[in-house]
């Protein structure tokens, strides 16, 4: 990965953080995108320490803004022109209703639409990569999943599961949509689940709620380096230097739900999320 710059979603933390140390650790120079500056800085020192590298950076990114996430692709097309790597790994998990600075419900919003941006505006730079990748971190969870056109931002009848669920099917539906329009290009895209990893995601970080469930559901998950695996073996691996549009666990192909390969939906869903961020595909 030496000359490689690669760009991590959700860096500050669990597996986005445990991912940046190794792929840092293996030379590649590594963009940190982190919502709060904060815990970001603590975050760019323990990776550096972690990964012996001094090739790592801290952006701000909050992808629960698309001003912020516009900024930040900005930021980043002006210091590094090529882009190998994104990984699309940050995610929420909001016990009640939230909303984005723009009006997202905030699981839909920062899972799914701030990635879905970001991705769009780095296209440039990852084309300019001799291969570049796209590697989104879903779920299991996108199997129970529907897109639910009638109210997706559920402003009636809030369900955090299906709200997640939706989620991580629209990650799916959108590696999907990706790889057929990056067809002819040297950008693949590709997405996966990272197992059960013990993180903070479902903690309330104003109140402390949902703590004893994390810690109680601690005995059964794996660590986040383990979690890690698959997003490094998909960034780095050149056993999938050609596939793209493909759902992996441990670093397998795995199926998908009916859902997620149906193009009526992963047209749907593109189409729909364009006009929600503002920004059309670029290509032809």
């Given at each position: 990965m030496k000359n490689k710059t690669v760009i991590v979603t959700g860096a500050n933390?669990?597996?986005?953080?445990?991912?940046?140390?190794?792929?840092?650790?293996?030379?590649?120079?590594?963009?940190?995108?982190?919502?709060?500056?904060?815990?970001?800085?603590?975050?760019?020192?323990?990776?550096?320490?972690?990964?012996?590298?001094?090739?790592?950076?801290?952006?701000?990114?909050?992808l629960g803004s698309l001003e912020s996430i516009r900024a930040f692709a900005?930021?980043?097309?002006?210091?590094?022109?090529?882009?190998?790597?994104?990984?699309?790994n940050a995610g929420?998990?909001?016990?009640?209703?939230?909303?984005?600075?723009?009006?997202?419900?905030?699981?839909?919003?920062?899972?799914?639409?701030?990635?879905?941006?970001?991705?769009?505006?780095?296209?440039?730079?990852?084309?300019?990569?001799?291969?570049?990748?796209v590697v989104t971190v879903s779920s299991g969870a996108h199997r129970v999943g529907n897109i639910h056109w009638a109210d997706p931002h559920f402003t009636r009848g809030y369900s955090m599961w299906r709200g997640y669920a939706q989620s991580k099917l629209a990650n799916v539906l959108f590696t999907k949509g990706l790889a057929y329009r990056m067809r002819g290009?040297?950008?693949?895209?590709?997405?996966?689940?990272?197992?059960?990893?013990?993180?903070?995601?479902?903690?309330?970080?104003?109140?402390?709620?949902?703590?004893?469930?994390?810690?109680?559901?601690s005995y059964v998950f794996i660590t986040p380096e383990q979690g890690a695996d698959t997003?490094?073996?998909?960034?780095?691996?050149?056993?999938?230097?050609?596939?793209?549009?493909?759902?992996?666990y441990r670093r397998e192909p795995a199926p998908v739900s009916r859902l997620a390969e149906d193009r009526e939906q992963i047209e749907r869903l593109w189409f729909w999320s364009e006009k929600q961020v503002g920004e059309q595909f670029p290509f032809p």
């Amino acid at each position: 990965m030496k000359n490689k710059t690669v760009i991590v979603t959700g860096a500050n933390s669990g597996v986005g953080l445990a991912t940046t140390v190794e792929l840092a650790r293996r030379g590649a120079t590594v963009v940190m995108a982190c919502r709060s500056a904060e815990r970001g800085e603590a975050a760019l020192k323990l990776a550096r320490e972690r990964s012996g590298s001094n090739q790592l950076e801290l952006v701000p990114c909050d992808l629960g803004s698309l001003e912020s996430i516009r900024a930040f692709a900005s930021t980043v097309r002006e210091r590094h022109p090529v882009v190998d790597v994104l990984v699309n790994n940050a995610g929420v998990v909001s016990l009640k209703r939230e909303t984005t600075r723009d009006g997202f419900e905030s699981q839909l919003g920062v899972n799914h639409l701030g990635h879905f941006l970001l991705t769009l505006l780095l296209l440039e730079p990852l084309k300019r990569a001799p291969q570049g990748r796209v590697v989104t971190v879903s779920s299991g969870a996108h199997r129970v999943g529907n897109i639910h056109w009638a109210d997706p931002h559920f402003t009636r009848g809030y369900s955090m599961w299906r709200g997640y669920a939706q989620s991580k099917l629209a990650n799916v539906l959108f590696t999907k949509g990706l790889a057929y329009r990056m067809r002819g290009t040297p950008v693949t895209a590709n997405c996966l689940h990272p197992g059960a990893v013990g993180t903070q995601l479902g903690v309330d970080r104003d109140t402390g709620g949902g703590k004893a469930i994390m810690k109680l559901l601690s005995y059964v998950f794996i660590t986040p380096e383990q979690g890690a695996d698959t997003s490094v073996y998909l960034a780095t691996s050149d056993e999938v230097s050609g596939v793209s549009g493909e759902y992996f666990y441990r670093r397998e192909p795995a199926p998908v739900s009916r859902l997620a390969e149906d193009r009526e939906q992963i047209e749907r869903l593109w189409f729909w999320s364009e006009k929600q961020v503002g920004e059309q595909f670029p290509f032809p």
